[in-house]
C-alpha cells in the first residue's frame, strides 16, 4: 500500500511540474521588436509569459548574421527590464515601459551605443518611440523594414 501512495505522490509532482510549464506556453504572447541599435536597424521578436518573464530574439537588417538574445522580467505597473548578448559580443541592460499587456517601448545602455525600441506595434506606431540616427528614416521597402536617407527637396 505504501508503495502505492509513493507512485501516486511521484505522479501528481509529475503532472503538477509539466502543467505549469503547458500553462506558461498557453499563457504567452509573441510580439515584433523593432529597436534601433548603435545607430543601426534591428527586428525580431519578443515572447513574454504570464508571469512576467520573457525572451528577446533580433538580429540586424544590415547584417542579419549579427543576432542577440536577450531575457527579460515586467510587472503590469512597472514595465521591466532586462539584458541581452549579441553574437558579436556586445551587451546591452535596458526598461521598458507597457502600454498595453501586449506592447511598449523602452531604452537600454548598449556597448554599441544607445538602444531605443518598441514592441508589439506597427512600425508606423512605432516610430514615436525609436531615436532614429540624424537624416534616416524607417521604411518598408516592400519585404522589410530598412533605414534609408532623408530626401530634402531642393529650394529654387
Request: charged content about 15%; aromatic content about 8%.
Amino acid at each position: 500500500m505504501r508503495k502505492i501512495w509513493i507512485v501516486v505522490l511521484g505522479a501528481c509532482i509529475g503532472l503538477a511540474s509539466s502543467a505549469t510549464a503547458l500553462g506558461e506556453e498557453l499563457f504567452s504572447a509573441t510580439g515584433t521588436v523593432i529597436a534601433i541599435v548603435g545607430g543601426d536597424l534591428f527586428v525580431g521578436e519578443a515572447e513574454g509569459h504570464l508571469s512576467g518573464a520573457g525572451t528577446l530574439n533580433i538580429h540586424s537588417q544590415k547584417d542579419p548574421a549579427l543576432t542577440c538574445l536577450g531575457q527579460f522580467t515586467s510587472t503590469a505597473e512597472l514595465g521591466g527590464s532586462g539584458q541581452m548578448r549579441c553574437s558579436d559580443g556586445s551587451a546591452a541592460a535596458f526598461h521598458f515601459q507597457r502600454l498595453t499587456m501586449f506592447c511598449g517601448h523602452g531604452v537600454g545602455n548598449f556597448s554599441r551605443g544607445s538602444m531605443s525600441f518598441a514592441y508589439g506595434l506597427t512600425p508606423e506606431e512605432a516610430r514615436p518611440y525609436l531615436k532614429l540616427p540624424e537624416g534616416k528614416k524607417l521604411a518598408h521597402n516592400g519585404t522589410e523594414l530598412e533605414l534609408v536617407a532623408l530626401v530634402r527637396s531642393v529650394q529654387q
